[in-house]
């Protein structure tokens, strides 16, 4: 059986996944509880997870935007760019933040979360968590999360991989020795209309429009991480990886 908690504070939400014990979330920003709080997470065996730092905040949503600034991201290795239902405005300032920890060299992996709160129907256009985990069980699954082998999507299929010749170096979450090397992503169920994007330390070096299976191939040389997106026909995300790092000096 899987087991979480939400730490839900007046100054931001995080997510303690695997542990199996209460977690005391009361903190206050800048005297160095959360960052305690995600060493306990850890030390139970837990993901810590900071949970849509960008969503709005007062007085729309208390306490829903992220404002521990020792904590930016801190100790926190994961971080929840898409929340709840389709991809919207606050969710483009999460990918936003999310990239600018990736150009300051923080190995940070992105994942997603429903926020059902209740019994409702979920929106189809939502974005899960599609893991490879060696096994189906908890400690499989949130190993594969904290080592960013993962990606989001609302429907699509995506893989991608890092190849030299014809040995694999690694997927996405990895890191892989410096350049040059060939990044293969593979997608299938991609929406009509739809762009595949590769953003390398944050910019989008190629887009090009896709149909709804196939393959590309980037050869990438001094580049420290990339991303691959796929957007849908209004710019919505569709689906987005977790990065392949390259080099040594990661964090």
């Known amino acids: 059986t899987a087991c979480g908690l939400e730490l839900t504070t007046y100054y ?73 239902g389709a991809w919207g405005a606050s969710n483009e300032l999460d990918l936003a933040l999310w990239y600018a920890w990736l150009n300051r060299g923080h190995r940070m992996v992105a994942t997603a979360g429903t926020d059902a709160h209740g019994p409702h129907p979920l929106d189809m256009a939502m974005g899960l968590n599609v893991v490879y985990a060696e096994a189906l069980n908890e400690r499989a699954i949130l190993g594969a999360i904290s080592r960013g082998h993962l990606y989001l999507s609302c429907g699509p299929r ?46 989008v070096v190629r887009a090009q429009p896709i149909s709804p299976q196939g393959e590309d191939v980037f050869v990438l040389d001094c580049t420290r991480w990339c991303v691959v997106e796929l957007r849908d026909g209004t710019g919505a995300m569709s689906a987005v990886s977790n990065p392949c790092f390259f080099g040594d000096d990661w964090r």
């Open 158 to 203: 995506l893989d991608v991989s890092v190849v030299k010749g014809e040995e694999t170096l690694g997927i996405m979450g990895d890191v892989v020795p410096e350049g040059p090397n060939a990044v293969v992503v593979r997608w299938s169920d991609a929406p009509s209309g739809g762009t595949l994007r590769w953003v390398c330390d944050g910019k």
């Open 12 to 84: 931001g939400h995080a997510l303690a996944l695997g542990v199996h014990r209460w977690i005391d979330w009361r903190a206050q920003p800048g005297d160095g509880s959360m960052a305690a709080i995600a060493e306990q997470v850890g030390e139970a065996g837990g993901v810590f997870i900071i949970a849509h730092p960008m969503s709005p905040g007062d007085p729309v949503c208390t306490g829903c935007d992220w404002r521990y600034h020792d904590m930016m991201p801190g100790a926190a290795r994961c971080v929840e760019i898409w929340n709840g």
